[in-house]
Nanobody, 124 residues
């Protein structure tokens, strides 16, 4: 069992930055791929980024590539999403999730455990 808690969301102006944190507990956390998804009002949840269990592989959605960076903390029980050059269209609830699959599998169904989400709002 893996428990995930997101933090770090908030209100920021366009062009600004935020860092989201996914804190995990569970004995096997380090064996999971960790992904970030987001869901804007009235839209489906979409893949944002993922990092492999050892941090060696990452994958990003085209809309965030070059602006967002996913990484694992030194303590290995945290995953970060550094978001730079934020745009109003990045406004959404952001969720972290854990999967046994590769970072290249971006479908929600591949993820077994989910956090409750943290809200990111980017004003223009």
């Amino acid at each position: 069992q893996v428990q995930l808690v997101e933090s770090g969301g908030g209100l920021v102006q366009a062009g600004g930055s935020l860092r989201l944190t996914c804190a995990a507990s569970g004995r096997t956390f380090n064996s999971y791929t960790i992904g970030w998804f987001r869901q804007a009002p009235g839209k489906e949840r979409e893949f944002v980024a993922a990092i492999s269990w050892n941090g060696g592989s990452t994958n990003y959605a085209g809309s965030v590539k070059g602006r967002f960076t996913i990484s694992r903390g030194n303590a290995k029980n945290t995953v970060y999403l550094q978001m730079n050059s934020l745009k109003p269209e990045d406004t959404a609830a952001y969720y972290c999730a854990a999967s046994r699959s590769s970072v290249w599998i971006t479908t929600q169904g591949a993820y077994d455990y989910w956090g409750q989400g943290t809200q990111v709002t980017v004003s223009s």
